[in-house]
Structures are given as structure tokens and as C-alpha cells.
């Protein structure tokens, strides 16, 4: 005797359907994980341009501090004009300093987001506070 309650039938048609349907979901799945591995990779390559900025601009501060200390020995200057030149020069240096500092945030994000796209399925932390002047 039969009993059709404890028995599943499976019928070709119906495993066509769900290879179909896990194939779609499946399909829909790694293209999400594709555009955030995508998103992940153009985050990491604008903190990597915003890092070469940052030590870009400290490099040319610094060769500007180092021309205006140049300036102030061969003009030999004294007094109150000597010391208002090494007040311009220790501003240079402590923009200089700000300015590495933010690129080696920079850095430390692009790296997070490199590592971040080649993982699209795991969370991401929050960025860390930017660094203040």
C-alpha cells in the first residue's frame, strides 16, 4: 500500500525549476559581491591619490621652508626680521607635519579598502577620525 503523505515526489520539472531559480540567485549574489568589490577598489584608489597629494604638498612646503632659511642667512637677516623668518619657517614645518600625518591616514585606509575588496562579503569598520590641524 501506498501512502502519499510520507512520500516526496520529485519530479524532473521541479528540479529544473530550483536548479533554475538557485541558479539565478546565485548569479544576483556574486554580482552585488562584484559592484562592492568594485565600490571597495574606488575608494582605496581615491584615498591612495589623496595620500600622494598630502606628501606632495609637505614635500613642497618643506623646500619652501628650506629657501626662505636659505634667503634669511644670505640676507643676514638679525633681530625682529630673523624671527619672524624661523616663525614662518617652524609654521611651514608644523603644516608640513600636519600634512604627512593626514597622508599616513590616507594610507591606513587604503589599505583597509584594498583588503576590504578583496573580501566584498565581510562588514567594513568605520573610518577612524580625521586627523585635525
Known amino acids: 500500500m501506498r501512502d502519499a503523505r510520507f512520500r516526496l515526489q ?3 520539472r521541479t528540479l529544473l525549476v530550483l536548479v533554475a531559480v538557485s541558479s539565478v540567485l546565485g548569479y544576483y ?6 559592484q562592492r568589490s568594485a565600490s571597495l577598489q574606488a ?3 581615491r584615498h591612495a591619490r ?8 609637505a614635500n613642497s612646503i618643506l623646500r619652501r621652508a628650506v629657501r626662505v632659511n636659505r634667503l634669511a642667512r644670505r640676507l643676514g637677516l638679525t633681530g625682529e626680521a630673523k624671527a619672524s623668518k624661523q616663525l614662518e619657517i617652524a609654521q611651514y614645518q608644523k603644516h608640513a ?4 600625518n593626514r597622508a599616513a591616514y590616507h594610507a591606513g585606509l587604503e589599505l583597509k579598502y584594498l583588503q576590504a575588496a578583496n573580501r566584498p ?6 573610518d577612524p577620525p580625521v586627523p585635525k590641524p
Open 10 to 12: 520529485v519530479r524532473l
Open 29 to 34: 549574489g556574486a554580482e552585488k559581491l562584484r
Open 43 to 45: 575608494l582605496a584608489f
Open 50 to 57: 589623496l595620500k600622494k597629494f598630502c606628501l606632495a604638498d
Open 97 to 100: 607635519t600636519f600634512l604627512r
Open 121 to 126: 562579503w565581510l562588514p567594513v569598520k568605520p
